[in-house]
Structures are given as C-alpha cells and as structure tokens.
C-alpha cells in the first residue's frame, strides 16, 4: 500500500491505494466517482477521462501511485454550486447527450479545449476530442455544443 495526495476536484486528498491500481479504480471505488466511466480498459474509448493538471488523459492507464500531488478534475468537479457548468449546458441543449456514457469524457476534453481557445475551428474540436468514442454517433451535436459552450464561455468571462 502506498498514500497518495492530491488534488481532486479542488480538495485536497490522501488515499491509500494497492500497487497497480488505476486512477480510474480509484475515483470509482474509493471515492464513488461514477462519472468516470469504465470502458475499454485500454485506452481506445475515452469514457474514463480525467482532467489531470487540465490535460485529458485515460485514467484507466494511469496508474494513482504516480499522480502524488498533481491535480485531478471529473465530471463531478466541473458544476459550481450546483449550476451545471455551460459545457454539460450546452450539452443538452444541442442533443450532445445519447446514452450519456461518453458525456463525462467528452465534457471534459471540451472543457481542457475550451480554456486554451474559446472559439475552436470544428477541426480543432474535431482533433481534441479524437480519443473520446462516441457509440450513439453523436458527434455533430457534440461540435455544436462545444462551439455554443465556447460563445457563452467567452462572453460571460467564465472558466
């Protein structure tokens, strides 16, 4: 067992965790962080996604030992009190959200995008959600969220 501290969606935290577990083991089990999904377990889907220190990264790779005072974002940290962020907004207004398992991922992965570039081309969307599978083919209304997300972000001067 090792402990492990870090940021997690603005808290700090200390967890003991077993040699070899996961990131995405640990949100999910220790913390009871469900909006990270588990999918492929090797990468190739995108639906457990993380923000780690703002860059989006498959937390089904990453082993928790070794992310030791970084910071970690989920799903769950993204709303502020209790408002929906305008990402996971204009998520439902657009019809972004099918089954809703690749929502977490691709909120944040938009979110990572839309902090460096508020008005992405749809190339750049595009690109930046490249590792994140959508099953239900949803990705036209997920361009057109990011896009409206980016518009709001921008003119209401929020992160």
């Known amino acids: 067992m090792k402990t ?25 089990n220790r913390f009871f962080l469900t909006g990270v999904k588990k999918g492929c377990e090797v990468g190739e889907c995108g639906s457990c996604t993380v923000l780690i220190n703002d860059i989006p990264t498959d937390s089904c790779l990453v082993l928790t030992a070794l992310i030791d005072g970084k910071s970690i974002l989920t799903i769950e ?11 996971q907004q204009a998520f439902i207004d657009e019809g972004a959200i099918q089954c809703g398992y690749c929502t977490p991922g691709m909120v944040l ?27 239900c083919g949803a990705y036209v209304q997920v361009c057109n969220a990011v896009k409206r997300a980016g518009n709001i972000m921008e003119n209401t001067h929020q992160e």
């Open 4 to 28: 492990v501290k870090f940021l997690l969606n603005n808290s700090n935290v200390n967890v003991e965790v077993e040699d070899g577990e996961t990131l995405l083991e640990t949100l999910r």
């Open 77 to 87: 940290g993204i709303a502020k009190n209790g408002e929906l962020h305008p990402i």
């Open 109 to 135: 992965s938009s979110y990572s995008l839309l902090k460096k570039n508020p008005n992405p081309s749809t190339e750049e969307i595009k690109r930046s959600l490249s590792g994140n599978m959508c099953r």
